[in-house]
């Protein structure tokens, strides 16, 4: 579906912040490599502001991410998160100084509770870094966003004494975020539209929203602020985020879209390249999207009921949009292992993926493989070999080979593994009492010594009409000092697919340093 424009009153800014508030989510960082391609994506379909991180000086993986991204994007303002510190708020200059547009984001909290335990600071002693922060940050940029982080749980006046010195001291954008998802759509709407009549000069400056999931009401209020005057929201690809999550773009954007009769704004995204959006992100973050979710999710378009699929036959008449509108193609062309490059590149683009000829070929050759054991390959196969490709792109540590044995009669279960990192070869053998997936997780930290703790090991089988025909989707977390990462790898081998799933989500700590090699 082509950029929907109007006029510039009804134009509602997206703010994309996967990168920041999205990372934040437990298990779902994303290395730099990960981070530029989703930046890339993001740039492209149209969002507005890209929240690239939080680059604080003690933060150098965001430092180095939000100044590449903002050195690559085009339309896109590249946004960096920081605290009213002033250390924080110079980081963050640096960081988006090589930007087309850049964006510093400062914020402080204002809800007593907050100001209190959290920062133990008075109000005034916080009104006071509402106006120095701002003021910091606005000599270094002239384009600065500023937050009262649990907006919705602060006094009204306050909130407003501080948004009025915040727009003196040259804030451009103001936000009022619902950080703990504890608002109403009608709480919500009731204090935009109060802080917008009370604090004068209002008119000057864009308001935004930002709206937490905890009560599965954040697309709601979203949309309660931008018809009480917001044009910016702040959300996430998937809905990802601290703890419930974020109001989701596809979501918003598609609202909006869909019922202009009572929503009567527009955005410039570019709808077609929600669904890739959808599966990159849950790619890059080893994060499934529910069946259900609205928009992308496998169901969205679905019908299963007879009453439904009779109405689809005469009409539609169960849609409320078209799958093509949101890039989720109807179209069914079988792969089976005769099937060339051409064809799958055709089965992607249904699917919602595009990727470049040495990544065609990588995914081609894991396809024959899967083909010549598995005698049909579903949709969801092939899907489970892109998001493969994509994280194994990045992860260092590769399976090489793995013998397992198990036996009833009481012979330990065990394991014996060799593994290739950085192009050398290491290996591990292991023996427990607990199982075979325990002896292969043992082995490999036999040959990569860690200290990383198993938070989740679940395994999916993907969709095929016999059990015995499905691929193992196992999906792994593992944590280092409180900090989680996770990886979900698919194959027709249980075992297979535990030990790689394992290797990727190791590859990741790795790459963060957590996990220290040779």
């Not at 994506?41 to 150098?60: K, R």
């Not at 990802?240 to 596809?250: H, K, P, Q, T, W």
């Not at 990727?355 to 054991?373: Q, S």
């Amino acid at each position: 579906m082509s950029v929907q424009t109007g006029d510039e009153a009804d134009h509602v800014y997206i703010f994309d912040t996967t990168l920041r508030d999205g990372e934040q989510c437990p298990g779902a960082t994303m290395t730099h490599d990960e981070k530029l391609e989703v930046a890339e994506l993001l740039d492209n379909m149209g969002v507005d502001i890209i929240e690239a991180g939080f680059p604080a000086p003690e933060n150098q993986d965001d430092f180095h991410s939000v100044q590449e991204i903002g050195k690559r994007a085009v339309s896109a303002v590249v946004c960096a998160l920081t605290s009213a510190k002033p250390a924080h708020i110079d980081s963050a200059a640096a960081a988006i100084k090589f930007a087309r547009r850049g964006r510093i984001h400062t914020f402080i909290s204002t809800s007593p509770d907050h100001m209190k335990l959290k920062l133990q600071m008075s109000p005034e002693e916080v009104f006071a870094m509402v106006v120095s922060s701002v003021q910091r940050a606005r000599n270094l940029c002239g384009d600065v966003e500023w937050s009262a982080e649990d907006a919705t749980r602060t006094e009204i006046d306050f909130l407003c004494r501080c948004v009025e010195a915040a727009i003196k001291a040259g804030a451009t954008t103001i936000n009022l975020p619902d950080t703990l998802g504890y608002a109403t759509p009608e709480d919500y709407y009731a204090m935009f539209k109060t802080v917008r009549e009370r604090v004068p000069n209002s008119d000057k400056v864009r308001f935004s929203v930002h709206c937490h999931d905890d009560l599965d009401m954040s697309t709601a209020n979203s949309l309660a602020g931008v018809r009480a005057g917001a044009r910016q929201i702040e959300c996430t690809v998937n809905g990802i985020g601290e703890r419930a999550g974020n109001a989701s773009l596809e979501s918003v954007v598609m609202a909006m879209r869909v019922r202009q009769d009572v929503l009567a704004f527009w955005t410039g995204i570019e709808s077609t390249m929600l669904t890739r959006a959808s599966k990159l992100v849950s790619a890059v973050t080893s994060f499934p999207v529910q069946y259900n979710k609205a928009i992308v999710g496998r169901n969205a378009f679905a019908h299963e009921s007879g009453i439904h699929q009779d109405g689809m036959i005469k009409g539609r008449l169960y849609e409320i949009m078209t799958p093509e509108s949101v890039g989720a193609s109807t179209k069914s062309l079988v792969m089976g292992k005769h099937s060339g490059s051409r064809a799958m590149r055709l089965k992607l683009g249904e699917l919602g993926y595009q990727v470049g000829d040495n990544e065609l070929a990588d995914i081609m050759v894991r396809f024959k493989a899967l083909a010549a054991r598995k005698k049909e390959v579903y949709d969801e196969d092939i899907e489970a070999l892109v998001n493969e490709e994509i994280a194994a792109a990045h992860d260092r540590i590769k399976l090489h080979r793995l013998k397992t044995a198990t036996d009833t009669s009481g012979e330990k279960p065990w394991a014996d593994i060799s593994l290739m990192i950085d192009g050398e070869q290491v290996d591990g053998f292991a023996d427990t009492e607990n199982g075979v997936v325990d002896a292969i997780f043992d082995a490999i930290r036999v040959a990569i010594p860690n200290d990383a703790k198993l938070e989740l090991y679940q395994v999916h089988m993907i969709e095929a009409e016999s059990q015995s025909k499905a691929q193992a989707e196992v999906h792994i977390r593992l944590s280092i000092d409180g900090r989680s990462v996770s990886a979900k790898v698919a194959d027709p081998d249980t075992l297979v697919a535990s030990a790689k799933s394992y290797l990727s989500a190791l590859s990741k700590l790795l790459g963060k340093g957590l996990v220290v090699w040779p």
